[in-house]
């Protein structure tokens, strides 16, 4: 199996354990996640399968989307509903207040992730820190909002919003943020990636419905095919003389190729021969060479 699963993963659940679950459903070993997702979170999780797995640097996942709840009320060590209580209050903002913070904090901002986050610090990721009772605290970096959307009010003090970020982002700073500007404490009680990069909703599949098709032995026909998320890249079609180079990963005359010349240098292309994908190349100079060959 060649392409990627894009998992509708459930709350509760790790990344690491879906691609356990993946591996068991395609008896490949050859399969990675391309972006993790907290356990607490649901939402789109690509997973890489077979040979898509060698595509990971040409993914692009600045552009992702969450729908988000912020509940007012409750700071929490670990900025969301699983953490302990760190302060309370109760002057609750209203939707202008609210309004008027998530315009503060749109476009380039600085943000401060948790102590409960992935971000490192020599080499270990802060939230294992947390856990052994280690002090340490993330560095400020900059982070880009591109919207954040309100969706209008919910039970408990709580504000539903969708959020159009970059990569980097913690959803989870953002809401605590929120509550920072204003004036009352709070934390994240819900969290969705709607999006991340060319991945979207409309077309995941839950963990049940992807073990249904394994076991009816149809899993490889609901896989995106491989070239799914490289549409951002340019493309080439090579010609028929051209097939067993490419196939054998010789490099390629960039003078026999259409639209091969005006390329940037080493800029990647997708490559296609009969409009089927066989890989990925870069331009040097007057040749194509590979990067990677999607072999039959």
């Known amino acids: 199996m060649n392409g990627f699963l894009n ?12 691609v356990g679950a993946a591996k068991r459903l395609t008896n490949e070993r050859r399969i990675g996640h391309a972006g993790t997702l907290d356990p607490e979170a649901a939402g789109v999780l ?3 399968i077979g040979q898509a797995t060698r595509l990971f640097d040409y993914l692009v996942d600045k552009e992702k989307t969450y729908v988000a709840e912020v509940a007012f009320g409750q700071a929490t060590d670990t900025q969301d509903a699983q953490g302990s209580v760190t302060a309370e209050g109760n002057a609750y903002p209203s939707m202008e207040q609210v309004r008027a913070a998530a315009d503060a904090l ?31 605290e993330a560095p400020l970096r900059t982070v880009h909002i591109e919207r954040i959307t309100l969706h209008g ?8 919003m969708t959020v159009d970020c970059g990569r980097g982002t913690y959803i989870r700073s953002l809401c605590e943020d929120l509550g920072r500007l204003c004036g009352c404490p709070a934390h994240m009680r ?40 490289l549409g951002h890249l340019p493309s080439l079609q090579i010609p028929d003389q051209m097939e067993k180079m490419a196939r054998c990963g010789t490099v390629l005359p960039a003078d026999r190729l259409d639209g091969a010349r005006e390329l940037p240098e080493r800029s990647p292309v997708r490559v296609y021969f009969e409009n089927r994908f066989i890989g990925i190349a870069v331009r040097e100079e007057q040749v194509l060479r590979w990067r990677t060959v999607m072999t039959q």
């Open 7 to 18: 998992i509708l993963k459930p709350p509760g659940m790790s990344s690491a354990a879906v």
């Open 46 to 48: 690509p997973v890489m």
């Open 106 to 136: 749109t476009g380039d901002i600085l943000q401060r992730p948790g102590v409960f986050s992935a971000v490192k610090q020599g080499g270990h990721p802060l939230y294992k820190l947390a856990r052994k009772g280690v002090e340490a």
């Open 153 to 160: 009010e919910t039970p408990r003090h709580g504000v539903l």
């Open 190 to 229: 819900f969290l969705l990636r709607a999006r991340s990069g060319a991945f979207d909703l409309a077309h995941t599949l839950t963990l049940d419905e992807a073990a249904a098709y394994a076991e009816e032995g149809t899993l490889a026909q609901h896989l995106l095919p491989p070239d799914w998320p």
